[in-house]
């Protein structure tokens, strides 16, 4: 062969490994603040059906959810048959799912929600119902046609499977397939994703399955409580997570249990005060048809969610810790911060922040913040005026600020 072809064959070869490699990316400029929505899991396990799940958009429409920001409405295992088709295809179950996705999708579209399935990187869902392994393309494609806005791709089943090549290659199917996907990777944390995965997924399970109480275990299942703790030593060294975390690529610390059985109502408030200072997918567990007007406040709560929603996606962090006591903190645009100092002790307490604790994790701790007690929804002066805030906190209550910068004072 000519030296002159030799090359050309070389540039061609070159401009195809690069039109292909442009492939190999996930969708950008998806999830740019943490995701909001609803999964069926932690309520209805795989008690799912088509009127059930268009009850949950309806009542989210009636009770303010979809309007505060919870656009995904997304099933968990349970939805398929027991056997792909002939085509090898996934197939839901008729008997739940009687108009089939396509249907429920352009339903939840219409009324602006997005619509998410599950999945798993390996031979059987967590459930035992048909993995995605060696289908992957396939199945993104169908996914595609149905309208999915959102997978959520679970790792049971999945044998020596590396997870890194795993998630790599459903993140490549899903781009392949073209209609942009939030990819929910929920490999609980096993193989550290928060390493190497922010150019796979949108979003990664820290942990093992969240379950309905504070601070219990049960086999590989935990209360929230215990979920937070992980949060803050997962990470080898003296910091939490957050450092892995910022727009399009979110440490998941799994879906919500506000609102159910198991957990008081303040330990609901504290739980989703405390996934919104970590800047968590806001993922509501609950039975949204059937919930107090307590718990609607607490899901719907603006400024709160302006704390998770924050344009700087920045995760917060512990700074303090004692048997009675925690304190996180936040940053937030323009200079603000939250912090969230909760009553760790299974007595009610009088519970106090002291701001010159500050000092050493802000340098800018020269300034005077307008001090917005979220919960109680009023001003109650600045931190010059002020050294200190105290309240009387039920056990496990927490109390949650919005500090506005005002100006710079020495
Ligand atoms: C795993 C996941 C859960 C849920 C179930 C479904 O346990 O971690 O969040 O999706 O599977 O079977």
Known sequence: MKSSSFKSLLTTALALFVASSSFAQKFEGLALTPPMGWNSWNTFATNINEELIIGVADAMIENGMRDAGYVHINLDDGWMMMERDENGDLVPDPEKFPNGLKHLADYLHERGFKFGVYGDAGS????????????????????????????????????????????????????????????????????????????VGHLWRTTGDIISCYDCTQEWSMGWKKILDLQMSLNPGLKGLEEYAGPGHWNDPDMMEVGNHGISLE????????WCILAAPLIAGNDVRDMTPEVTAILTNAEAIA?????????????????????????????DFAVCVLNASDEPRETSLQWEQFQNHFSTWNTNYEIRDIWDAQNIGTTDEHAEVSKMLAPHAVMLYRLSFLEKTK
């Open 307 to 335: 704390i998770n929603q924050d344009p700087l996606g920045k995760q917060g962090t512990r700074i303090y810790q004692d048997d009675e006591k925690e304190i996180w903190i936040k940053y937030l645009e323009n200079n």
């Open 124 to 199: 059987k869902t967590c459930a035992g119902y048909p993995g995605n392994m060696g289908h992957e393309y396939q199945d993104a494609r169908k996914y595609a046609e149905w309208g999915v806005d959102y997978l959520k791709y679970d790792w049971c089943y999945t044998g020596e499977r590396n997870a890194k090549e795993a998630y790599t290659t459903m993140r490549d199917a899903l781009y392949a397939a073209g209609r942009p996907v939030v990819f929910s990777m929920c490999e609980w944390g096993t193989a550290e994703p928060w390493l190497w995965a922010q150019d």
């Open 267 to 274: 330990e609901s408030r504290s739980h989703f005060s405390l």
